[in-house]
């Protein structure tokens, strides 16, 4: 059964953290971040997808489901480390403090960690050799593909798998063979690469623990086409001969979009999941839970029917529903690990089934309070009508952050929130938190914007747009003690700080 224990925390991706490298990392601002949150009594920190980052830079649309962002890496834990020298630093390009400029970060980036792979190889079987062995034989069951495909991204200059050679892109054994040895400085140097994501990742989890503090990690139901998984697993996936896609995920039309949403992700073969016992879905999720304490499985309604689009359609009108054996998966997955801790980002147009799925297994599912507030008293996703199995959020990464919500909503929606609320809407997206904090959900999430309470120019993604999305960082200085306090406060006063409780009635507002 799920844990019910009342809980509170902040949405943020490690990217959105300041620093002096153009993108929020795994070094010194992480731990301090850390320190933060419990300095602001939170017992969560909820993240994104923390795959390398293709096309968009969407963490929803990562080169690998197991693999690490290198871009996250921190130099100076590589100074730390004795793999690089402060000499070793260029000067960072100019970029924004307060956004990510990703073609900059990602030259820049490159160059530091090429020079920190130089000198591990200098240095000759030291410790780090040892280390890189023990960590390339427990990973070896996704890593070997990986690097593979990483190196061969490079050598292509970044070209999807599927505008590779056809004897490569369809993974004739020989070609491989080639490949390997032809690249293998390159395969070393992303093995390496992931054995530092992972290594620094390790420390933010140990020092999150230390704090008290659970992370929630995020594994979005489908894979981007050009990934390691799709081009080293084609078995798995809907594809045809020549490694096509012969249909991809995609929502149906609605109120919101006349011809449905086309994702163009390739859709698994179910049956051959089924198969071997979810093999690889066994992995996957242990994989995830070994880099976080919950898993919010983003699109959880697939498990249950998915819309199936024929891949030479456009649009999304012309798909179909089809049943999916997410009984029969999150079966397997519980003999496993019983009680595994899974949330269900179960938004959207929902059926019965997928609230028979989710009921069945005590899974929690998600309230967006942006969303409550037309509709009426039925709304489901007002506090009123929630049980205690829920994860209420004020926003998601895909939501507008609230201030920027209410400022450009209908007056209707506004004064309907003003009178559930009880408040004149000055200070929103407190309104919203304090909402969110003191309602039966069993966990209470905010992004970081709304702790600020920032306006749309802090937006972290808008749904639809393929680029300019994913950007925003905060910055230093931002983070006060006197924030701390206030949603310190706001915890202790909603019963979601542990087993403390308050001396005397905090003076939120």
Known sequence: MIDLTRRAGILLHPSSLPGPFGIGDLGPAAEAWISWLAEARQTLWQILPLGPTGFGDSPYQSLSAFAGNPLLISPERLIEAGLLTRADLDPMPATSSRRVEFAQVIDYKRRVLARAFERYRSLGRSPWRAHIDAFHESERHWLDD?????????????????????????????SLAGARQRLADEIDRVVFEQMLFRTQWEQVR?????????????????????????????ELFRLDSRGVPTHVAGVPPDYFSPTGQRWGNPLYRWARHRADGFAWWQRRMQSALGLSDWVRIDHFRGLAAYWEVPASSPTAENGRWVRAPGAALLTAL????????????????????????????????????????????????????????SVVYTGTHDNDTTRGWYDGADERVRDFARCYLGRDGSDISW???????????????????????????ARMNFP????????????????????????????????????ETPRELPKLY
Not at 146 to 174: C, I, M, N, V
Not at 442 to 449: D, E, R, S, T, V
Not at 471 to 497: I, K, Q, V
């Open 334 to 389: 519980a003999q496993h690990r019983p009680g595994v801790p899974l949330i269900a980002e179960d938004l959207g147009v929902l059926t019965a089934d997928v609230v028979e799925l989710r009921t069945r297994f005590g899974l929690p599912g998600m309230r967006v309070l942006q969303f409550a507030f037309d509709g009426g008293s039925r709304n489901p996703f007002l506090p009123h009508n929630y049980e205690a199995a």
């Open 431 to 457: 309104d919203l938190m304090r909402l969110a904090w003191t309602s039966v959900a069993c966990m209470a999430l905010a992004p970081l914007q709304d702790v600020l309470a920032l306006g749309s120019e």
């Open 206 to 234: 140990a020092r999150a623990r230390e704090q008290g503090i659970q992370i929630i990690g995020d594994v979005p139901l489908y894979l981007a086409y050009d990934s390691a998984e799709v081009w080293a697993n084609s």
């Open 146 to 174: 990986f690097a593979l495909f990483a190196a061969l991204k490079t050598d292509y200059a970044g070209q999807p798998w599927s505008e590779w050679p056809r004897d490569l892109a369809l993974r004739a054994r020989h």
């Open 464 to 499: 639809g747009r393929a680029v300019g999305n994913w950007a925003w960082r905060f910055a230093e200085g931002d983070l006060t003690s006197a924030l701390a306090e206030r949603l310190g406060e706001l915890t202790t006063l909603a019963g979601r700080a542990g087993a």
